[in-house]
């Protein structure tokens, strides 16, 4: 049985200490999120009821934050990724919340960032093709009075990494 794990909010203020169970249960989820509990507890050599139970306590200290699926873009006639540092003009610098909120509702963005450094958001977009691009940037992006400017770079490959456990 794990030794007990203080329960943490979704907001960790400081580390959750992994086993070597909870590092494999991760990397089994990261691979195949729809693994039944039977599936994972046999993969770990556990009880269903401990598997389930380690999963509950990753879920509670905020570890998993969510199960979600990988889409495809090219299986959905999205066959380009790019990725698009954007700064915002000086004096916009507070409507940089309400700039993200927007880009949460244009489909051809799959996840964007709020960085440090010389920009300010990199954002990752899936398209047709290149002239698809160019329509996003200058619709989304140039057109919009608080940036000050673009710069896009295509994906050639996209490899996830394993997750740092």
């Known amino acids: ?14 580390s959750y200490e992994l086993d070597h169970t909870d590092r494999r249960l991760l990397e089994l989820l990261r691979d195949d999120a729809r693994m039944t509990n039977q599936a994972l507890s046999e993969a770990l050599g556990v009880a269903p009821s401990t598997c389930l139970a380690r999963m509950k306590a990753l879920q509670q200290a905020g570890v998993i934050r969510r199960f979600t699926v990988d889409v495809n873009p090219r299986a959905l006639g999205r066959g380009i ?4 540092s954007v700064r915002l003009r000086p004096g916009a610098r507070q409507q940089m919340a309400a700039f993200g909120e927007t880009l949460k509702k244009v489909p051809e963005v799959t996840q964007y960032f709020f960085v440090g450094g010389m920009d300010d958001f990199l954002i990752h977009v899936t ?7 160019r329509q996003f940037v200058l619709e989304h992006l140039s057109a919009d009075p608080v940036v000050a400017t673009t710069q896009t770079s295509l994906v050639f490959d996209h490899v996830a990494g394993p997750a740092s456990l």
């Open 81 to 84: 990724e790019a990725l698009i």
């Open 127 to 133: 398209a047709r093709d290149t002239d698809h691009i």
């Open 1 to 14: 049985m794990p030794p007990k794990r203080p329960r943490a909010s979704k907001e960790l203020h400081s």
